[in-house]
Structures are given as C-alpha cells and as structure tokens.
C-alpha cells in the first residue's frame, strides 16, 4: 500500500482513517472541493465523522447517514439534494475503486474536476 493511502487520525473521532476508501478527505478531493495541495494540510475524517457529505452518497454498499436540523437534505431544495448525491455517490463509487487502478493521485478526481494542468 502507497504511503498516501494509509490511514491518518480522524480529526472527530480520533481513530484512525485506514485507507482512502472511507476517507473524507479524499473524497472531498475526488469530487473536486479540494485541491492536491490541501490532501497534506486539510483535516482528515471517517465519512461517517462527516456526516453533513456522508448523507449524500445514496449507494447499496454504503450505510446512509441521517443527519437532524438546519444541515438535513430534508431541509434542502429536493433538485440540488439530487444533484449533491449524484455527484457525491459517483465520487464514493470512484473512491472504492482506486486503489484497484493503479493510477497517479492527479488522476484521482472524477474527470470534470482534473485540472488541465495535469493532462
């Protein structure tokens, strides 16, 4: 396993993150909320630990997280809550399927949120 894909202490729970597939962090990176440079200083959580992303991956392999109040997807408009979990569930579904690829960590972002710089 790759340097980069072992696990950091997760800022919430302090546990550690084992790898990048339940990572928040690199999934934040993979739907493009962050850029390469921040994957060394930004904080790291569990997906779980994170609830306010976790609750928008929608996927059969992935236990859904409920979130209560003002940050709920129930209280958000219904067209961007479809939207948010499109793009956070095929960021999730990117996410398990990385490690298995062997590719460069500029190739980790879905393909709309790789920079031209890294063609």
């Known amino acids: 396993m790759a340097k980069c894909d072992q696990g950091y202490l997760c800022e919430v729970c302090g546990k550690e993150v084992p ?12 739907i493009g909320e962050i850029d ?25 392999k992935f236990t859904p997280v409920q979130v209560e109040g003002a940050f709920s997807k129930t209280e958000l408009d219904p067209s961007d809550v479809q939207a948010r979990e499109e793009l956070v ?7 398990q399927e990385i490690r298995s690829l062997g590719i460069p960590i500029n190739e980790y972002p879905l393909e709309e949120f790789r920079s031209v710089k890294n063609s």
């Open 19 to 30: 790898n990048i597939t339940r990572s928040d962090l690199y999934l934040r990176f993979v």
């Open 36 to 60: 390469a440079r921040q994957l060394l200083s930004a904080p790291e959580r569990h997906l779980e630990c994170n609830p306010t992303l976790a609750q928008f991956i929608v996927a059969p």
């Open 89 to 95: 569930t095929r960021g999730w579904k990117r996410l």
